[in-house]
């Protein structure tokens, strides 16, 4: 059973706990933290779970620190202006919760330091120098999703075993899918699963790639993570729902949305870190020096209501390995 298990890749990751008692903070100052994120429209929980972990660190804003949020519901584009305004203000560290907000926050600033959040692959992106040392003004948390892809194939693959080939919905747009569909390639052939990929750079293209789903006989579907496919995740759900298409996704707002299955890194986890991230660079400590971690706690979310309406028997033994089990 695989629920929640450590993912453990070799760093020290057990100096991010989080502290039981309230640390005190120099008196009178005020820090200013900027933040890069997607809307609270899109579901994710960034805001509340971020802020929450900075006051238990001892930050309370309004006290000792300024928030200063700004979210963007168009292109990853629109971060540019976004991240440049966030430098005009001199922030003291700015928080970017997605990967095109932490390359628009490193085209901008090379001096003000960057804790990312939910970035896969940060070395072959070009952030860091390496995991172990970033060596520039960025550090934090990565997501893998590489990794992550190709086991989000591997669990939909138990789940569907009958599928004739899987599809695989993927933005062009997106920095690290290209690597996402590398490693989601190399992993079928060493499953054995046939996959017929597919690309969507936004909505207008999602009735045309399922119906393409349907003319080729794909049995499943993935679709890699990608906040455009988060802000639009309704529509997924029932555009599969409606092609009889078992689906796995990224993030668990999928699942909520009416998803079938979700495997993603658990967000908890991810921006509690995040927010010791933001401490110690406050306190003093260098971005160069404080290595890039990797999850080690993971979300595997079945809704067995779209399951039934699928007509589909989880097995079992992936039943199993679910940390939640939507009714």
């Given at each position: ?20 008692t309230t640390h005190a903070q120099p008196a009178g100052k005020v820090y200013r933290v900027g ?142 899918h290209p690597l996402a569909v590398k490693g989601v390639e190399a992993g079928a052939r060493s ?6 990929i597919l690309q969507a750079r936004g909505p207008e293209v999602f009735d045309h790639a399922f ?117």
């Open positions: 059973m695989i629920s929640r298990q450590a993912f453990v890749t070799g760093l020290a990751l057990g100096l991010l706990a989080r502290p039981l933040i890069l994120s997607l809307p609270p429209s899109v579901g994710s929980r960034f805001t509340e779970l971020l802020e929450q972990d900075l006051r238990d660190l001892g930050y309370v804003e309004g006290r000792n620190l300024a928030l200063e949020w700004r979210s963007v519901e168009g292109t990853p584009e629109a971060f540019d202006d976004l991240a440049a305004e966030l430098v005009r203000l001199k922030v003291d560290v700015i928080v970017a919760s997605v990967p095109a907000a932490v390359l628009a926050a490193k085209r901008v600033t090379t001096m003000i330091p960057i804790v990312m959040v939910n970035t896969p692959d940060p070395v072959q992106l070009g952030l860091v120098a390496s995991l172990g040392r970033p060596g520039g003004n960025i550090t934090g948390v990565t997501s893998l999703s590489v990794d992550l892809s190709v086991k989000q194939l591997q669990l939909l693959r138990e789940a569907v075993p009958r599928a004739p080939r899987i599809a695989v919905l993927w933005n062009p747009t997106n920095p690290w499953l054995g699963v046939q996959l017929q119906a393409a789903m349907r003319r080729e006989r794909s049995g499943a579907v993935l679709v890699l993570a990608d906040p455009m496919a988060v802000f639009h995740r309704s529509r997924l759900a029932d555009l599969a729902a409606r092609h009889r298409l078992p689906a796995m996704y990224g993030p668990r707002e999928h699942t909520e949305a009416g998803g079938l299955m979700s495997y993603w890194a658990d967000s908890v986890d991810l921006y509690r870190r995040a927010a010791s991230y933001v401490d110690r660079i406050l306190k003093g400590a260098k971005p160069a020096d404080l290595p890039v971690e990797q999850p080690m706690t993971f979300d595997f979310v079945i809704n067995l209501k779209t399951a039934q309406a699928l007509g589909l028997t989880i097995p079992q033994h992936v039943l199993l390995q679910a940390t939640e089990v939507l009714q």
